[in-house]
């Protein structure tokens, strides 16, 4: 399975193929945004899940301490 980084990566670039799209009229901007939408979320669950996971490392880290 890919890295996170790898998957919020691909994920951008899909997110910039749509706002191409949409630049250049190929997709109109409700279509756009209900293409993104998804894109957003996903991007936000990996984003807060790796936040989350370097929360809970510093806490175990200071736990040590």
């Known amino acids: 399975m890919r890295n ?3 998957k919020l990566k691909e994920l951008h670039r899909r ?3 749509f706002y191409e799209a ?3 009229g190929e997709i109109n901007k409700e279509t756009y945004l209900l ?3 998804p894109l957003d979320c996903e991007i936000d669950r990996l984003e807060l899940s790796y936040l989350y996971g370097r929360m809970n490392r510093l806490h175990k880290l200071k ?3």
């Open 22 to 24: 949409y630049l250049s």
């Open 15 to 17: 997110q910039l193929c």
């Open 63 to 65: 736990k040590r301490i």
């Open 35 to 37: 293409s993104i939408y």
């Open 4 to 6: 996170r980084s790898e």
